[in-house]
């Protein structure tokens, strides 16, 4: 376990590898270990050195006084925080590839200091923020979140009926993370995300970005994936035939293809169906 002190406190990351580096960004209730067999996968080669963080109030953060003004959960916050982060470690710049919210978070990033992201990929990200699921975007009312905190059994139900039709490895990651999640950073992250719109903003990216969606997600809806493929202009998008919110474990083998391909030259990756 490896962390550096920022300005919000305590953030935690992972690292393995050497050589290039590369920053994951894990969603919402998430935590830097839906990387973990991607990271595993990724330095096989020796080419890079990989970081996935944990997001203040996520994982093993800052969950503390710090990290818990009403600013800190929000995305622009976790750029200031990605950012703090590759000055400490001495990262002039790299590829930041974020799953989710993880995702808007890598395209903002690029927005703000395109001189640190040299690609972006996002995976099941929203571009829109009303793209999210109605029972997530509900989640970004404090006094709904509050009510879902007091009544813990709530949470579970609604967790347990969105991801119904996901794995085991899904349903035991999230219902393990969300209890190492804030009710500050529970609704303030998602209530930033339900109001963001970088639709405008993507016709700015002059840097190669790759969008990975499944077909049958129903948690970020996949109309992004075509907000992304006409409106950034060096952009691949890749629909996931066999995936729900998570590509990456729901189709492992042709996700780590596809993040390979872009990573070496970014062609070769097969463009389907929007």
Do not use: C
């Amino acid at each position: 376990m490896s962390s550096i002190v920022t300005e919000q406190g305590i953030l935690h990351y992972e690292s393995i590898g050497r050589g290039q580096p590369i920053i994951l960004l894990h969603g919402w209730i998430n935590s830097w270990d839906v990387w973990r067999d991607f990271m595993i996968s990724l330095t096989e080669e020796k080419r890079y050195r990989v970081y996935a963080l944990d997001f203040w109030g996520f994982g093993d953060s800052a969950k503390g006084s710090k990290a818990s003004s009403n600013t800190s959960f929000q995305i622009s916050s976790y750029v200031e925080m990605v950012h703090q982060f590759m000055d400490a470690l001495g990262i002039q710049s790299a590829p930041v590839f974020g799953h989710s919210m993880g995702g808007t978070v890598a395209l903002q990033m690029a927005l703000t200091y395109p001189e640190r992201v040299t690609k972006v990929a996002v995976v099941g990200s929203p571009i829109l923020g009303s793209s999210l699921n109605p029972f997530l975007r509900l989640a970004g009312y404090g006094s709904i979140a509050k009510l879902i905190w007091r009544y813990p059994f709530i949470l579970n139900s609604l967790m347990r009926m969105l991801l119904a039709r996901d794995s085991k490895k899904v349903r035991h990651m999230i219902f393990r993370d969300v209890q190492r999640t804030t009710i500050e950073s529970f609704f303030r992250s998602i209530g930033d995300l339900r109001e963001t719109d970088l639709r405008k903003q993507l016709a700015d990216l002059n840097l190669e970005t790759l969008g990975i969606y499944g077909v049958h997600d129903n948690i970020v809806s996949p109309t992004n994936a075509a907000m992304i493929h006409d409106g950034v202009k060096v952009a691949q998008v890749m629909m996931m035939e066999k995936s729900r919110h998570f590509p990456m474990i729901d189709e492992p083998v042709k996700f780590m293809q596809a993040l390979n391909e872009f990573l070496s030259n970014g062609k070769g990756i097969e463009e389907r169906r929007l």
